[in-house]
């Protein structure tokens, strides 16, 4: 009798994925996305929350600074290198004349102008400047006795020998994000508060 031999062969498993497996796939690179994404921004808001309170510490050390030199200081904002320093008066200068206006005034260009060349930075850490870290920068500043808002460019904050430091709001915020830090002086004993918010110029005018 004549033997037939059949030859079987061993089904192999398709080299392509399943509809589930693509969902699970988009579901765990969703995942880290959002992970990565929460991840960063919450560096971006330690980063800023950092800034404001280094800016905090100095503005009350310069305060303090100031009164037991009996020398007019000023922080220097430069929004341009996102950076800020401290410069001390090299002379006996104790005041700056800044009238309180709005409109453009040819005497207040002259004074800062003068006090711009009566300057240096000052020697200690302070005077060297200090970068915002990356992703992070100054959204604005307003002086209240000037009643201007600084965006770009130079801002100086001043703190005079008497013990009074400029009205100020200073603004500073995490790029490209709605993430706004709030530091607000007060002129009589220099005490910087950082807030994790954006406060409005008229809500500080109530401080």
Not at 41 to 53: D, E, I, L, M, Y
Not at 57 to 69: G, L, S, T, V
Not at 94 to 100: G, P, R
Request: hydrophobic share 35%; net charge neutral; with cysteine.
């Amino acid at each position: 009798m004549r033997i037939f031999r059949v030859k079987t062969t061993q089904l192999t498993k398709n080299n392509g994925f399943t509809l589930i497996e693509i969902l699970i796939a988009l579901l765990i690179g969703g995942a880290i996305m959002t992970l990565t994404t929460i991840t960063a921004n919450n560096v971006f808001k330690t980063k800023v929350k950092s800034s404001a309170r280094k800016i905090a510490m100095a503005i009350q050390f310069i305060y303090n600074e100031a009164a037991i030199k009996h020398k007019l200081h000023r922080m220097v904002f430069n929004f341009d290198k996102k950076e800020f320093f401290v410069e001390e008066s090299q002379g006996k200068q104790s005041t700056v004349k800044i009238e309180e206006t709005d409109e453009h005034n040819e005497d207040n260009d002259k004074n800062k102008q003068d006090a711009k060349n009566s300057f240096k930075a000052h020697e200690g850490n302070i005077g060297v400047p200090t970068t915002l870290p990356d992703g992070v920068s100054f959204k604005g500043i307003y002086k209240y006795l000037e009643k201007k808002e600084y965006k770009e460019g130079l801002c100086y904050l001043y703190f005079f020998p008497h013990g009074q430091v400029e009205k100020a709001l200073i603004l500073l915020q995490v790029d490209d994000e709605e993430t706004v830090y709030s530091i607000t002086i007060n002129p009589l004993n220099g005490k910087a508060m950082v807030e994790d918010r954006e406060i409005e110029i008229e809500d500080d005018k109530k401080i």
